[in-house]
């Protein structure tokens, strides 16, 4: 090898190379991610407007568009009583899936019992195949056990559908926590019920709060189903309102239509901020590396 | 081939000083390595200087240039890693040609350098292999071949040997020092085991918690640690530190004493002892230069034996000091002598050896 | 749990192929006249429109977006810090947790014909006259809406996947010279080959069977432009009450899911997950 000293002048394009291509990173992804910003600040800003103006500047703030709140729309049910709704149809779709998937998660985690992994693949096939492709048969077991048009129809038609993933999600909890524990708990003199509920569920909590999360936002959040198996109006729940308030007033009033979507959009959005941190660490097993 | 220049180096990551003011140089064509425990901070010296981190402050220079903000891919360099980051859907001719084909040569010269560098390492028959088919030692070889072939004014090594067996490791660490030296390649050489260090650099960097704590060859590192960190990290089984000595001149003699334990400093030492010395010294001695003696004499402190270790050539005698139940010395027993567990015995330190640390501030004192 | 499971997916399963041999409707008569919905279904006028508009859709939103824009969005973002990239990952999961009306009423706003709508208003601004895009473009306006939704799941694959391979391959790949590109090309794309794969053969499974967004947004319109093999059975079973028919529709789709979830399952053995427990105590 020759004894040359080779020399590290460079230009200014190879010395920043690295800042260059961030830049080039970020503004690309500013770009791509534009339509998402800008959706969500309309929804914001035209609710509080009179007007807008190029986009995004209102010509007067105005409370006007909140009306929905204090006094009823004609031809739409009172904005409590569906906001109630829809809570009661969150939570329930939560208790359910919590008190179902905590036990379930564990015994997929670590039981063995035989067409367990007959059972795991089964539901990989279920979550990746939408249900929503049974709704004529959904609707006629609704109308069977009489629960066509009831709140508690959606509740528990939702949370079984969610339960198998739920419970694959919590078993990815479970299969976290180190055997020794379990181990441990057992040589200690505990039977296995008792190992799970004093050892094994309170190393859970935070699973059981992202499960929770998802099952009262994807409750919060239900359409099709109450879209296709709610008529009354005393049991509409906020999808069915903002649809509707979509249809009738979607070329006449915008701002009416970003307040309604923006009061229906809040508490999504207060717990996003709570799962979007457990979200974009979650990683989807089960795929060959 | 550059120097290297590391000038009052820092590097934060948020809050935490992973390296903290750090300088050293690395000359022309030499061999250092940078040791310590993990955490040290020795790994993201290495790194920056690979330009994979941009210093906090500070400068790094190769040769007279500053290249704190040159990229990886400008500075020449040929790195191994720990792990070998053998790119694992690549056969080893590919995962070699990798850094001359970012280079764009033409295909036969890509080939004509792949072969010679593999053949040099010996690994000229697997170029067809994928990593994962081949074992450890021989990943090892593609990593320096991949390193090696583009011909890099620095060679940077992090920790390369320790996913070796003990055999494989001894085989490689003579092997990587040979071809060092034919080369003459300026090579940095990241390390926790400070056996590597010693046998292959001609300087040793050590480092704890991100400082710089001494600097030289591994004879000055051995036998002039700067603190009790140096002194207890370098040497296998680890220098031994009793504590609680005062220094009490007698007439013109110096003595360290402890209880009823007195040793006479040598004359020719006790001129290098500092004007001022603490209230209390700690003595370290090194396993070899300990003797054990059956009967009480000059210099000798009292303790019982309280475990053997052979090691096959050398035997290992553990000794409980006496009335200081927590120091277990570990001495070399000279060959032939034979101890049994529970015999009294006393141990007489070679004074002309003995290290003195001021226990507050862990620095030498003679 | 099982017993849940079996009211609302065991039963539905083997109610449709029932279904489909009758010609109930909203009395909830049962009325077996034998293969009459399969004949009907050959003579359909509309299926071989369907069937196209499905398979655009399909291919479009999986390609540009639910692939495409999901493997850009995870190389983009693991190429910057975690602080950042973290930050783009969680904006593009807004529209997931976003009530599907609600989204829908942002691109319906977005493609609004009106100088309201955001490109027409954009399109003013440049003097241009504001243009339909209902009636210009309609499968393009439900494919960005179900992309922009769609892409986040083969995003956080992605990132994981990329995020698992060790660092010191890119450090070493940085040192040896290769820009962004060689490494994204020889080295990043060829380690996450499985994933793409996963990704690809889920999503396709989930756009052939889902009709929400389009449902909200086009409603299947104008005149069946949009219409998807999904929607045109929800539109048969609970706008026209068939469910008979309806029911023979959802066979289809029942179908294809059973093919895409052998398919793969036989790809992806999911071996790692079935690990056995480490317990034989009961």
Redesign the interface.
Known sequence: MSKSSSSYRLTFFQRNSQKIAQAVIITILVLITLPIIVGYVWLIVRSFSEDIVHGFIPTKLTLKNWRFLWQEMKGYPNIWQTTLNTFLLALGVMAIEIAITSMGGYVLSRYDFPGRSAMLKFILVLHAFPAISLMVAIFYVLWNIGLLDKLWGIILLKASLEIPWGSWIMKGFYDGIPWELEWAGLVDGYGRMKVWAKIMLPLVKPGMAVTAIFAFLSGWSEFIFVYTFIFSQKTWTLSRYVMGIIGDYRFADYGLLAAVGLFYVIPSIIFFFFVSKYMIKLTIGGVKG | MPSIRVVNFSKYFGKVKAVDNVSFEVEDGEFVALLGPSGCGKTTTLLTLAGIYKPTAGEIYFGDQLVNDVPPKYRNIGMVFQNYALYPHMSVFENIAFPLRAKKLSKEEITKKVKTVAKKLMIDQLLDRKPMQISGGQQQRVALARALVKEPEILLFDEPLSNLDAKLRMLMRAEIKKLQSDLGITSVYVTHDQAEAMTMASRIAVFSMGKLVQYGTPDEIYDHPKNMFVAAFVGNPPMNFLKDFSVVSEGNSVYLQRGTSKLRLPDSRKGSLPEVVPEKVVVGVRPEDFRIERKEVDNGIPGTVYVLEPLGRDVIVNVRVENHEDEITKIFAEPGETFKPNERVYIVPNLEKVHLFDPETEETIL | ?MV??A???A???V??VI?SFTD?DYS?QWNFVGLMNFEDLANDYLIPKILVNTLIYTFSTLTLFNVG?AL??SL??T??SDR?G?F????????R??????Y???????FDP?K?G?IN??RA?LGLPPQDWLHTSPMLMVV?ANG?IGAS?GM??F???IK?I?V??F??????????F?IVR??TL??IK??IL?VTA?QT??LL????YI??ITDGGPVFRTEVL?LY??HT??SNFQ?GY??TL?LI??GL?VV??LI??KL???E???S???????
């Open positions: 749990m849940l499971v009211i609302f997916f039963a539905p399963v109610l449709t279904l109930m909830f824009t850009l969005l983009l973002t190429s910057i950042l973290d783009f990952r969680s904006l593009w999961m807004l529209p947790l976003t009530p599907s009306v609600v829908g009423l942002l691109w319906l706003w977005i009106t309201y955001f208003n954009i601004f960005i922009f799941m956080l694959v990132t994981a996947a698992a060790p010191d391959y450090r070493a790949a940085m040192i040896d010279g290769a820009s962004w060689t020889r080295i060829p380690l499985w994933q996963f889920y499974l989930s069977t889902s009709y929400e449902l909200i999904a059975t929800y079973a609970f469910f309806g029911a959802s789709l029942v899911g895409a979830a793969y399952l992806f053995g999911f790692a997950l079935m056995k427990p480490r317990i034989e105590v009961d």
